[in-house]
């Protein structure tokens, strides 16, 4: 390179690069940089026991219940105690399924049960005009 062509700043140093493996002043031993990503928290699904508790109530409690271990999971994930809250969370997931399951199941059948009877109540049509 022609010095008179580039200006000082843009003149390479000759094998004085900080940071590259094996160049003069470095030793060839490497560093390892170990990044640890924490886990992702345990869900505690607090609003969806919460509806559960309010819309399908009358299925055995089971909104109840999951609202009960939903709270316990965020309790335990507050404390520190990521297993128990994961554990608290889990149950709380499966109780608030089963609950959705049973309350959507009553509804169909409730809705099925009152089109027949309206459809009864109506009286046989044997192809009166």
């Known amino acids: 390179m022609n010095p008179a062509v580039y200006p000082p700043e843009m003149i390479p140093l000759q094998g004085r690069y900080p940071g590259v493996q094996g160049q003069p ?3 060839a031993g490497g560093q390892c940089t170990t990044v640890s990503i924490p886990p ?3 869900r505690d699904h607090i609003i969806w026991s919460l509806s559960s508790f309010l819309y399908s109530n009358p299925c055995c409690c089971l909104g109840l219940v999951a609202l ?4 316990k999971a965020r309790d335990r994930k507050v404390v520190g105690d990521m297993e128990g809250a994961r554990h608290y969370g889990s149950t709380a997931r499966w109780l608030n399924i089963s609950a959705t399951v049973l309350a959507s199941v009553m509804f ?3 809705i099925i049960i009152t089109i027949i009877v309206v459809s009864m109540s ?3 049509s044997y192809g009166h005009y």
Do not use: A, N, V
């Open 108 to 110: 169909l059948i409730t």
């Open 122 to 124: 109506q009286g046989p």
């Open 68 to 71: 009960i271990h939903s709270i």
């Open 25 to 27: 002043g470095r030793s």
């Open 40 to 42: 992702e928290p345990p």
